[in-house]
Nanobody
Framework: QVQLVESGGGLVQAGGSLRLSCSAS????????MGWFRQAPGKERELVAV????????YYTDSVKGRFTISRDNAKNTVYLQMNSLKPEDTAVYYC????????????????WGQGTQVTVSS
């Protein structure tokens, strides 16, 4: 089992920044690719960013490219999502998730999920 706990969400004005953190415990963190997802009210949960086990490969959904940065510190068992130039449409509950399946570009490839942290961007 892997336990994931997100933190860092909150209310911010458009154009502002937030840094989300996801702390992992349980199995070896460096064995897992890590993803950040988000779910806005009435919408499907979508993949925002992925970082592979070593951090060698990173993926962003188009809507956040150039604004969000995913990173990880395997020594601290933590993955981060730095979010800059936030827009009202970024408002959602943000979840981190862990995958050891190799199918880390799809929601179904993730085995462990955090409880989510709310991000609200006001206009």
């Amino acid at each position: 089992q892997v336990q994931l706990v997100e933190s860092g969400g909150g209310l911010v004005q458009a154009g502002g920044s937030l840094r989300l953190s996801c702390s992992a415990s349980g199995r070896t963190f460096s064995n897992y690719a890590m993803g950040w997802f988000r779910q806005a009210p009435g919408k499907e949960r979508e993949l925002v960013a992925v970082i592979t086990k070593s951090g060698a490969r990173i993926y962003y959904t188009d809507s956040v490219k150039g604004r969000f940065t995913i990173s990880r510190d395997n020594a601290k068992n933590t993955v981060y999502l730095q979010m800059n130039s936030l827009k009202p449409e970024d408002t959602a509950v943000y979840y981190c998730a862990a995958s050891d399946s190799g199918s880390y570009y799809v929601r179904g490839g993730y085995d462990y999920w955090g409880q989510g942290t709310q991000v609200t961007v006001s206009s």
